[in-house]
């Protein structure tokens, strides 16, 4: 399990108090992360490419995103990694390396962080900088709303007893608990150790993937503007971030003892993490079980989880050029509703048009955005996959290994450009998934079908042209008038 699932409404023992939810000002934490990324790289001298680039489209590639064959594949178990992890890129939007220089040597942050009016209150207040650009770290403690990192026995203890934690799953960087009603997936970075293998996240890393979940939970239809152009509930809700500093906590230690006396966890035992240790933590909602353990029941439930799946990509798509690009079945958590009635519904907003979709009764949500790319109308935020030739190693045939390298093929490494094919390839990989797990009513027609949709994947663009395929017709209701719904045009 790369990432784990996590409970839907969170409280906290601190207390005694219900913790009221936390609303992030996106808009005012990216303005200071960039102009941290336009400082550090004036500094740095050519640490990160920076174009001008428009809002939406963002990067024209000069690769080209022709066929390429269809193979058979089977889903690996994840390798161990060589010690080495790709770097997450960043390209700034609307600045060129003139504009850089000139922010930097006109505009102090202090000032810059004034002008932006942020009206996000601090969990402690955080001490002014001197006129010098924040560090990753000190953006990252301030998109944390703190002053200092806090221990992982105070932040559990906000949401749990501690002695009721439970280690849920792990992946190659972090742990996930259930803790409560929620379920924090923990995270070591910045240290010098190993972490199963692996070199440790660094700061700027870990803000971009904060940055990257907070775009995400802004698409939510319970999030912002309740009259946005695009909108969706398909990506885990990241309900907050916490800094922390020191030994693993022995709660969590005898909580991932359980798991690993049941399991046999690939990870390094936690008990060797330093006193001087960091990690984030990001504070989920609860998605369910991964699609590798869930059994779907029939056709109708596999239908709609490829078309939950197909909608959230096709919005995350059309409002931030979003690519998750490694969607294997451990990415993608299932819950269902066990009420006889399953006259369910989900609502998304497509380029404007507000669309509800019949769900049969159940819910996926989409988790761990390591390898995603993102346009967050300041940035792209992309991982240069180039730097892990491992990954498009896989066995000859493997679903998953296949489906990476399809991915370099879309891109030709160009893996800061917009490439929504990517997406294209996951859904003909999910739908292999199904074929494969065979759900228990499953029949030959039902299987001609799924094969039938996914031939015709082959020849789509994006997941948006994907929601237009006819295998969704009779699931797609307008919400005004709930007839069956067309798609926006392109």
Same mark, same amino acid.
């Given at each position: 399990?790369?990432?784990s699932?996590?409970?839907?409404?969170?409280?906290?023992?601190?207390g005694?108090?219900?913790?009221?939810?936390?609303?992030?000002?996106?808009?005012?934490?990216l303005?200071?992360?960039?102009?941290?990324?336009?400082?550090?790289?004036?500094?740095?001298n050519?640490?990160?490419?920076?174009?001008?680039?428009?809002?939406?489209?963002?990067?024209i590639?000069? /690769?080209?995103?022709?066929?390429?064959?269809e193979?058979?594949?089977?889903?690996?178990?994840?390798?161990?990694?060589?010690?080495?992890?790709p770097t997450?890129?960043t390209?700034l939007?609307?600045?060129?390396?003139e504009?850089?220089?000139?922010?930097?040597?006109?505009?102090?942050?202090?000032t810059?962080?004034?002008?932006?009016?942020?009206?996000?209150?601090p969990r402690?207040s955080?001490?002014?900088?001197s006129?010098e650009?924040?560090t990753?770290?000190?953006?990252?403690?301030?998109?944390?709303?703190q002053?200092?990192?806090a221990?992982?026995?105070?932040?559990?203890?906000?949401?749990?007893?501690?002695?009721?934690?439970?280690?849920?799953?792990?992946?190659?960087?972090g742990?996930?608990?259930?803790?409560?009603?929620?379920? /924090?997936?923990?995270?070591?970075f910045?240290g010098?150790?190993?972490?199963?293998?692996?070199?440790?996240?660094?700061?700027e890393?870990?803000?971009?993937?904060?940055?990257?979940?907070?775009?995400?939970?802004?698409?939510?239809?319970d999030?912002?503007?309740k009259?946005?152009?695009?909108?969706?509930d398909?990506?885990?809700?990241?309900?907050?971030?916490?800094? /922390?500093?020191?030994?693993?906590?022995?709660?969590?230690i005898?909580?991932?003892?359980?798991w690993?006396?049941?399991?046999?966890?690939?990870?390094?035992?936690?008990?060797?993490?330093?006193?001087?240790?960091?990690?984030?933590?990001?504070?989920?909602?609860?998605?369910?079980?991964?699609?590798?353990?869930?059994?779907?029941?029939?056709?109708?439930?596999?239908?709609?989880?490829?078309?939950?799946?197909?909608?959230?990509?096709?919005?995350?798509?059309?409002?931030?050029?979003?690519?998750?690009?490694?969607?294997?079945?451990?990415?993608? #958590?299932l819950?269902?509703?066990?009420?006889?009635?399953?006259?369910? =519904?989900?609502?998304?907003?497509?380029?404007?048009?507000?669309?509800?979709a019949?769900?049969?009764?159940? =819910?996926?949500?989409?988790?761990?955005f390591?390898?995603?790319?993102?346009?967050t109308?300041?940035?792209?935020?992309?991982?240069?996959?180039?730097?892990?030739p491992?990954?498009?190693?896989?066995?000859k045939?493997?679903?998953?290994?296949?489906?990476?390298?399809?991915?370099?093929?879309i =891109?030709k490494?160009?893996?800061?450009?917009?490439?929504?094919?990517?997406?294209?390839?996951?859904?003909?990989?999910?739908?292999?998934?199904?074929l494969?797990?065979?759900?228990?009513?499953?029949?030959?027609?039902?299987?001609?079908?799924l094969?039938?949709?996914?031939?015709?994947?082959?020849?789509?663009?994006?997941?948006?042209?994907?929601?237009?395929?006819?295998?969704?017709?009779?699931? #797609?209701?307008?919400?005004?008038?709930?007839?069956p719904?067309?798609?926006?045009p392109?």
């Amino acid at each position: 399990m790369e990432e784990s699932p996590s409970p839907k409404n969170f409280g906290t023992w601190a207390g005694g108090m219900e913790q009221s939810l936390i609303v992030h000002d996106l808009p005012a934490i990216l303005e200071r992360w960039k102009i941290f990324k336009l400082a550090r790289c004036a500094a740095s001298n050519q640490l990160f490419d920076i174009m001008e680039t428009p809002l939406i489209p963002s990067v024209i590639s000069n /690769c080209s995103t022709e066929n390429y064959p269809e193979k058979g594949y089977r889903t690996p178990e994840k390798d161990r990694g060589s010690g080495m992890h790709p770097t997450r890129r960043t390209i700034l939007s609307g600045y060129t390396n003139e504009s850089t220089k000139n922010i930097a040597g006109e505009t102090s942050i202090v000032t810059s962080f004034s002008e932006l009016n942020i009206e996000e209150p601090p969990r402690t207040s955080i001490p002014s900088s001197s006129g010098e650009a924040l560090t990753a770290f000190a953006q990252l403690l301030m998109v944390c709303r703190q002053s200092a990192p806090a221990t992982l026995a105070d932040v559990f203890s906000a949401y749990c007893k501690l002695d009721s934690i439970v280690k849920l799953g792990e992946g190659t960087y972090g742990e996930a608990y259930r803790a409560g009603s929620t379920v /924090c997936k923990v995270v070591p970075f910045d240290g010098d150790s190993l972490v199963n293998g692996e070199t440790q996240k660094k700061s700027e890393e870990v803000l971009e993937e904060a940055l990257l979940c907070l775009t995400l939970n802004n698409l939510r239809t319970d999030q912002g503007d309740k009259g946005k152009d695009h909108s969706c509930d398909g990506f885990i809700e990241t309900k907050d971030f916490w800094v /922390c500093k020191g030994p693993y906590d022995p709660s969590l230690i005898s909580a991932w003892e359980d798991w690993d006396s049941k399991h046999e966890s690939e990870n390094d035992h936690p008990k060797d993490f330093s006193n001087d240790q960091h990690y984030i933590i990001f504070v989920q909602a609860d998605g369910g079980r991964d699609l590798e353990k869930f059994a779907l029941l029939d056709y109708n439930e596999a239908r709609s989880l490829l078309l939950q799946v197909t909608a959230s990509l096709a919005v995350a798509e059309s409002a931030c050029e979003f690519e998750h690009r490694d969607l294997h079945w451990g990415n993608i #958590l299932l819950a269902r509703d066990e009420m006889s009635n399953k006259d369910h =519904t989900m609502s998304i907003t497509l380029q404007g048009k507000r669309i509800r979709a019949r769900t049969f009764g159940l =819910t996926i949500s989409i988790i761990d955005f390591t390898l995603s790319r993102i346009n967050t109308g300041n940035a792209i935020l992309f991982l240069d996959l180039s730097e892990d030739p491992d990954l498009f190693k896989g066995p000859k045939g493997d679903k998953q290994a296949e489906t990476y390298r399809k991915m370099k093929q879309i =891109t030709k490494e160009c893996w800061e450009g917009s490439f929504p094919k990517t997406n294209v390839v996951w859904l003909i990989y999910l739908v292999d998934i199904v074929l494969q797990k065979k759900y228990e009513a499953c029949n030959s027609t039902d299987e001609r079908e799924l094969r039938s949709f996914k031939k015709r994947l082959s020849s789509c663009g994006s997941a948006r042209d994907c929601l237009a395929d006819p295998i969704f017709r009779d699931l #797609l209701l307008e919400e005004e008038n709930v007839r069956p719904s067309a798609m926006p045009p392109l």
